[in-house]
């Protein structure tokens, strides 16, 4: 266990140390990114000065769901998104045959020898939304909303990680799977508002099968003390467990992928 | 012409070969305009009219504005550039008997005619029958909506091609294709139509070409200007594409010097 885990934070300096051989372009790649979703919040904050709320929320506090969203993407995409989106590639391009005779987990080993840390830029506008904030909001802080923010957070990059795991190991039985990904962000792009403004269904899939409404809607409604609809008392638990579950929920669909794959043929 | 009309068919049916990929598409544009629609909802609850704008207009312009005139493909072409050049392929689009730009151009548009036809009316047909879809202000208005809706699909495609040209020098198409996204995001009207926008940002997205992608082809759409000044901004909308188009081919001839062909 210790000699896997050695091995892992190996894989992962070494990716950061190629990566950092290109500084100027790593940070084009942050500006970039951040300017990219400053765009989309900027459409967001467009309407709140025109009409001062989305179903009841005001800027200050989409600022602080929007942060969270970014933020908690963030952290669960530099272990996945990049790595796992080309899955299919992988498969069929007879890669993952390779990886399966490697002495170390392979799913381990695309996720920390990919580490991306182009994620800078995500990760800087999501800190600097709830930084600015969070002062305007008027949460009360104590021990459990501190718990809710960073458990939260936590919670948030499991859900991102575990979407993206379960995406590419379809790759691994349908061989494809990059149009997969296409859905999943569009889901994705749903969770970047309250999910209250939707139809019930929508509210209830975000919550239960698609458990994106995690990702900022219930953790951010628990500490700014809105009512999260069909969850009521329960959401605080549900926020902070809903990552875990779905960690777990992920690793038994690779295995259950896994034990099916029959290499990419070729 | 037969080449150009050869390729846009080549890649129409070649998008035409996954089916699951575009069933995927539909259901991925019907969750997109979803979201659109509910956020329109969420904001008019009890209003009747926002700066003259209805809340069934807002649900149009949702609607066409999300996928007839959508600004999505213009960061597929920057991503296709970028890949040409990183992968070398760029040394054998120059020795074919077409130029790039116009390769690609074609290419793009069967791409296009294909989301138009198969996933775009698909999507606006469901979502009308479910919240309804007024119909253009006009038959003139109507009209002049297909010519904006041809100049803003060659106005997106050039833009396009000319941020993406650029990947000759910075080698980055990932980055443009990001700060193309975060522009257009805001400036072509897409999700905000610009009569919403604060004054100063309004008077600036007006005038600069990216508001010829959504937002000046749905304001002719919902009869918001009388039929003079749709023409007008009809041909300001042509001036703008010939800009863009002598721009292209300045920014292509620049970008074929530097190319260097590494052995074979």
Same mark, same amino acid.
């Given at each position: 266990?210790?000699?896997?885990?050695?091995?892992?934070?190996?894989?992962?300096?070494?990716?950061?140390?190629?990566?950092?051989?290109?500084?100027?372009?790593?940070?084009?790649?942050?500006?970039? =990114?951040?300017?990219?979703?400053?765009?989309?919040?900027?459409?967001?904050?467009?309407?709140?000065?025109?009409?001062?709320?989305?179903?009841?929320?005001?800027?200050? =506090?989409?600022?602080? !769901?929007?942060?969270?969203?970014?933020?908690?993407?963030?952290?669960?995409?530099?272990?996945?998104?990049? =790595?796992?989106?080309?899955?299919?590639?992988?498969?069929?391009?007879?890669? !993952?045959?390779?990886?399966?005779?490697?002495?170390?987990?392979?799913?381990?080993? @695309?996720?920390?020898?990919?580490?991306?840390?182009? *994620?800078?830029?995500?990760?800087?506008?999501?800190?600097?939304?709830?930084?600015?904030?969070?002062?305007?909001?008027?949460?009360?802080?104590?021990?459990?909303?501190?718990?809710?923010?960073?458990?939260?957070?936590?919670?948030? /990059?499991?859900?991102?990680?575990?979407?993206?795991?379960?995406?590419?190991?379809?790759?691994?039985?349908?061989?494809?799977?990059?149009? @997969?990904?296409?859905?999943?962000?569009?889901?994705?792009?749903?969770?970047?508002?309250? /999910?209250?403004?939707?139809?019930?269904?929508?509210?209830?899939?975000?919550?239960?099968?698609?458990?994106?409404? *995690?990702?900022? *809607?219930?953790?951010?409604?628990? @500490?700014?003390?809105?009512?999260?609809?069909?969850?009521?008392?329960?959401?605080?638990?549900?926020?902070?467990?809903?990552?875990?579950?779905?960690?777990?929920?992920?690793?038994?669909?690779?295995?259950?992928?896994?034990?099916? *794959?029959?290499?990419?043929?070729? | 012409?037969?080449?150009?009309?050869?390729?846009?068919?080549?890649?129409?049916?070649?998008?035409? %070969?996954?089916?699951?990929?575009?069933?995927? $598409?539909?259901?991925?544009?019907?969750?997109?305009?979803?979201?659109?629609?509910?956020?329109?909802?969420?904001?008019?609850?009890?209003?009747?009219?926002?700066?003259?704008?209805?809340?069934?207009?807002?649900?149009?312009?949702?609607?066409?504005? &999300?996928?007839?005139?959508?600004?999505?493909?213009?960061?597929?072409?920057?991503?296709?550039?970028?890949?040409?050049?990183?992968?070398?392929?760029? &040394?054998?689009?120059?020795? $074919? +008997?077409?130029?790039?730009?116009?390769?690609?151009?074609?290419?793009?548009? &069967? #791409?296009?005619?294909?989301?138009?036809?198969?996933?775009?009316?698909?999507?606006?047909?469901?979502?009308?029958?479910?919240?309804?879809?007024?119909?253009?202000?006009?038959?003139? %208005?109507?009209?002049?909506?297909?010519?904006?809706?041809?100049?803003?699909?060659?106005?997106?495609?050039? #833009?396009?091609?000319?941020?993406?040209?650029?990947?000759?020098?910075?080698?980055?198409?990932?980055?443009?294709?990001?700060?193309?996204?975060?522009?257009?995001?805001?400036?072509?009207?897409?999700?905000?139509?610009?009569?919403?926008?604060?004054?100063?940002?309004?008077?600036?997205?007006?005038?600069? +070409?990216?508001?010829?992608? #959504?937002?000046? +082809?749905?304001?002719?759409?919902?009869?918001?200007?009388?039929?003079?000044?749709?023409?007008?901004?009809?041909?300001?909308?042509?001036?703008?594409?010939?800009?863009?188009?002598?721009?292209?081919?300045?920014?292509?001839? $620049?970008?074929?010097?530097?190319?260097?062909?590494?052995?074979?």
């Amino acid at each position: 266990m210790r000699e896997t885990l050695s091995l892992l934070f190996y894989l992962v300096r070494l990716r950061v140390r190629t990566r950092l051989e290109f500084r100027a372009s790593l940070v084009i790649a942050w500006t970039a =990114q951040g300017f990219g979703y400053a765009g989309v919040f900027t459409s967001i904050w467009i309407i709140l000065t025109r009409f001062e709320n989305i179903g009841g929320w005001s800027w200050p =506090q989409m600022a602080l !769901f929007l942060g969270f969203h970014t933020l908690g993407y963030a952290l669960g995409a530099c272990f996945t998104l990049v =790595q796992l989106r080309g899955m299919e590639e992988i498969v069929r391009g007879g890669e !993952f045959d390779m990886l399966l005779v490697r002495p170390i987990n392979p799913w381990a080993y @695309l996720v920390f020898s990919g580490f991306n840390i182009e *994620y800078g830029g995500h990760i800087l506008l999501g800190l600097g939304l709830i930084v600015w904030a969070l002062p305007q909001v008027g949460i009360v802080w104590s021990l459990p909303s501190a718990l809710m923010l960073f458990g939260g957070l936590i919670s948030s /990059a499991f859900i991102t990680a575990s979407c993206i795991t379960v995406v590419s190991a379809c790759a691994l039985v349908l061989q494809r799977a990059r149009y @997969l990904f296409g859905l999943y962000f569009d889901f994705w792009e749903l969770s970047r508002y309250p /999910a209250s403004i939707f139809a019930p269904v929508f509210q209830l899939a975000l919550l239960t099968v698609i458990p994106l409404g *995690y990702m900022a *809607y219930v953790p951010v409604s628990v @500490l700014l003390g809105r009512p999260v609809p069909y969850l009521g008392a329960f959401a605080p638990f549900a926020s902070l467990a809903a990552g875990p579950l779905a960690v777990l929920a992920a690793a038994a669909f690779w295995r259950f992928c896994l034990r099916r *794959y029959q290499g990419g043929g070729g | 012409m037969s080449a150009f009309l050869a390729l846009v068919s080549a890649s129409f049916r070649r998008e035409a %070969h996954h089916r699951s990929q575009m069933m995927m $598409r539909i259901v991925g544009t019907l969750i997109e305009i979803l979201a659109r629609i509910s956020i329109w909802h969420a904001v008019y609850a009890g209003r009747g009219a926002v700066d003259g704008i209805s809340i069934g207009q807002m649900i149009v312009y949702a609607l066409i504005g &999300g996928t007839l005139l959508s600004s999505w493909d213009a960061t597929m072409i920057v991503r296709d550039i970028g890949t040409t050049i990183r992968t070398g392929a760029i &040394g054998s689009s120059l020795l $074919r +008997p077409a130029s790039y730009p116009m390769m690609l151009m074609a290419e793009q548009l &069967g #791409t296009r005619l294909f989301d138009w036809l198969f996933i775009s009316v698909p999507v606006i047909v469901i979502m009308g029958l479910i919240y309804g879809l007024q119909p253009p202000a006009s038959l003139p %208005h109507c009209l002049l909506f297909i010519g904006y809706l041809a100049v803003s699909v060659v106005i997106v495609m050039l #833009t396009a091609m000319l941020v993406g040209l650029f990947s000759f020098w910075v080698f980055d198409a990932h980055s443009l294709e990001w700060f193309m996204r975060g522009l257009l995001a805001v400036l072509s009207g897409g999700l905000v139509p610009i009569w919403f926008f604060p004054g100063g940002l309004a008077e600036v997205a007006r005038a600069l +070409p990216f508001s010829w992608i #959504t937002y000046h +082809p749905m304001a002719v759409y919902l009869g918001q200007h009388d039929l003079f000044w749709s023409v007008q901004h009809l041909l300001i909308g042509l001036g703008w594409v010939a800009a863009l188009a002598l721009a292209v081919v300045v920014v292509w001839s $620049r970008a074929c010097r530097q190319v260097v062909v590494q052995g074979g």
